[in-house]
């Protein structure tokens, strides 16, 4: 009986040297396991939890990988689960930043979708603040980001109305706000002495930006302004409703006449606007409203 101290002294040892070679061999199991997923992160510099931001045309998103994986059907799945490397799409900009030369407003709804399954459009008291998109704009990033529109088959029939209604809405304060930017890059113009004013809005967006870039380059910086928060959505607004447009502008402003016309067809399609200002700025005019010279 005096050794029994001693057997059991034996057995724990025992026992504590068994379960650490039990816990050693669980983990070379679990790291073999993973070592795809810890390449990936490796190759990619990301892990799924971490925190991404998504530079999209220059308006910035937040979400984690794990969101985008989620869907690895879709573009951004791909992307983040290392299933597509050698995609062109997108540029990393920073350890944790990836940029994509798309529409920035639209992306929100893209985004929402990752989070909910759902294509959410809000409108509100206040939402006059805030940038909208039209349906068409919504529809090709869908389509590029290839978000899969049948999972939204039973919700849409359940929203077509009330979703349809939205859109509508959404693309009629759109182009309200484009008037309204119409009529204060006229009365711009007048306080300038201009006879005319040419606009150009592009299909494409590579060549919105070269356009806006030559404006401001032959000082013309001011009218710029007023009219580049159109950029994406100028060339759809002005080929669905240029004449009705027109027709407002030349019955609410006196003096000015409108044209517009589609050129170029192709990949440098644009839209050309022509507000000639009729009016010639008499002298004496002028001077009878001149608080100065009068």
């Known amino acids: 009986m005096q050794y029994t101290p001693l057997i059991h002294f034996f057995s724990s040892i ?16 679990y790291l073999m396991s993973n070592s795809s997923q810890m390449d990936i992160d490796d190759k990619f510099g990301r892990n799924y939890e971490k925190k991404i931001v998504l530079n999209i045309g220059g308006v910035k998103y937040e979400t ?6 989620k869907y690895p059907n879709t573009r951004l799945g791909r992307i983040f689960e290392g299933n597509d490397e050698n995609n062109r799409s997108f540029v990393k900009v920073k350890e944790n930043e990836y940029f994509f030369d798309r529409n920035g407003y639209a992306f929100r709804y893209i985004l929402e979708w990752y989070r909910t399954g759902k294509i959410l459009l809000s409108i509100g008291p206040n939402d006059s603040k805030k940038a909208y998109i039209t349906r068409e704009e919504l529809a090709v990033e869908l389509e590029y980001f290839e978000i899969p529109m049948e999972n939204l088959k039973d919700y849409y029939n359940n929203n077509f109305i009330k979703n349809t209604t939205l859109i509508h809405k959404l693309a009629a304060v759109k182009v ?17 002495f201009l006879n005319f004013i040419e606009l150009r809005f592009y299909r494409t967006p590579k060549y919105m930006k070269e356009y806006w870039a ?54 440098r399609e644009y839209c050309v606007i022509i507000i000639n200002i009729k009016e010639k700025y008499p002298k004496t005019a002028i001077l009878s409203y001149t608080k100065r010279l009068a």
């Open 214 to 267: 030559k404006s401001e380059s032959i000082g013309v910086s001011n009218l710029t302004k007023i009219m580049k928060p159109f950029s994406d959505a100028g060339f759809s607004i002005i080929e669905k409703f240029g004449d009705e447009i027109g027709d407002y502008l030349r019955n609410n402003i006196i003096g000015i006449d409108w044209n517009c016309d589609i050129c170029d067809p192709g990949d």
């Open 64 to 69: 984690f990988a794990s969101t985008l994986v």
């Open 14 to 29: 025992n026992f504590f040297f068994f379960s650490k070679i039990i816990l050693f061999q669980y983990k070379k199991i």
């Open 176 to 192: 309200d706000e484009f008037i309204s930017a119409l009529e204060k890059l006229i009365r711009e113009a007048m306080g300038q």
